[in-house]
């Protein structure tokens, strides 16, 4: 039997739209001759690839499918005011523009401007942690199985930190997914110098970061799982909208500066400037839906509503079957993304 081939995964965040990740890696697990061995991943990607690491580890690739639907599960079950679960069973065609121009998500959205999440004192408490407490931490740490990375964001000093091995945790994770306006900031001992380090989301400074996958012990093909769409056609206007673009474009900003980085390298090892060996050549591919996520919005991301999480795994599937047909052979061999073309 032929060896499998080795990727490495690339996984962002984005709120309710992970569900698409989830439909993406439900149809990679089909490839038995498709191998994941490392992956980084930011909010709703960390929680993705904690939940495929912790299944691959303890049963499988069985094990795996089994665990992102029952993430999945718990993350439709969320009932909190500030994620807008009221709207959960309008029809998902119908979703974002529903909820978008809809008086309870206005009124919430001007809550969510006005009042501080510190705001609620000792009735506090973010939604996704009894979820994540849920997660077994001994396969997620474990040396086996796909190398791990969470990405967050420190807000003291606005640098990356990406938590790998014994260091992923429940707050690790909840760090990873903290967005200001909806969760307090996660706070985290430093063990070294005992200090407590309060942590954002990890979007704002790598949607995910790639840099952990360049390591010579890993594959040199990343496969980017996007779910922040790198164009859309129509100005936003209303002031939903605005906010919506102002974060996609904040948290693909660093993704798209390190695939800029991957480019002017592949740039010189092409041109001999670089000699092999100085530099790993890196194989990018993407897994996107970019006409889908337009005609979601920022409305979407927040309701982890059962229909839409649906929805999205369907098209993550379909996307995948896509990338498979069309790029499949070009694993290990060339890159799938332009990107002399993506930023020419």
Not at 105 to 126: I, M
Not at 173 to 185: E, K, T, Y
Not at 262 to 285: C, I, K
Request: proline share 5%; charged share 20%; net charge negative.
């Amino acid at each position: 039997m032929a060896k499998p081939k080795q990727i490495n995964l690339a996984l962002q965040g984005g709120g309710a739209h992970g569900a698409f990740t989830w439909g993406v890696l439900d149809r990679l697990l089909d490839e038995d001759d498709i191998e994941v061995a490392g992956i980084t991943g930011t909010s709703a990607g960390a929680l993705n690839g904690a939940a495929f690491k912790a299944g691959i580890v303890k049963g499988g690739r069985d094990g795996a499918r089994e665990n992102l639907d029952w993430l999945w599960g718990r993350m439709g079950a969320v009932g909190d005011m500030r994620m807008n679960y009221w709207m959960g069973f309008v029809e998902a065609e119908k979703m974002a523009q529903t909820i978008e121009y809809s008086l309870p998500y206005s009124v919430a959205g001007l809550w969510s401007q006005l009042v501080s999440p510190y705001a609620y004192g000792p009735f506090y408490k973010n939604p996704l942690k009894d979820i994540v407490d849920e997660f077994d931490f001994d396969t997620i740490c474990a040396d086996q199985g796909p190398q791990l990375f969470v990405c967050a964001t420190k807000v003291k000093s606005g640098k990356i930190r990406i938590f790998k091995g014994d260091e992923i945790s429940t707050d690790a994770i909840l760090a990873s997914a903290c967005l200001p306006s909806v969760f307090q900031a996660v706070e985290i001992e430093d063990p070294d110098t005992g200090v407590s380090e309060a942590y954002w989301d990890g979007g704002y400074t790598g949607n995910p970061a790639l840099f952990p996958l360049f390591n010579a012990d890993l594959p040199k093909d990343v496969v980017i799982v996007n779910i922040n769409p790198l164009e859309r056609e129509e100005v936003p206007v209303t002031p939903q909208q605005i906010q919506n673009r102002v974060n996609e474009i904040s948290f693909n900003s660093s993704l798209l500066r390190e695939l800029r980085a991957v480019a002017f390298v592949q740039r010189l090892l092409d041109d001999g400037t670089l000699r092999p060996g100085r530099m790993s050549r890196v194989l990018v591919h993407m897994i996107a839906d970019d006409p889908l996520m337009n005609d979601l919005s920022i409305a979407t991301k927040m309701v982890p509503a059962p229909m839409v999480l649906a929805r999205l795994k369907k098209a993550g599937r379909a996307a995948a079957d896509t990338f498979l047909a069309d790029h499949k052979a070009d694993l290990g061999t060339r890159s799938s993304v332009d990107l002399a073309a993506m930023f020419g």
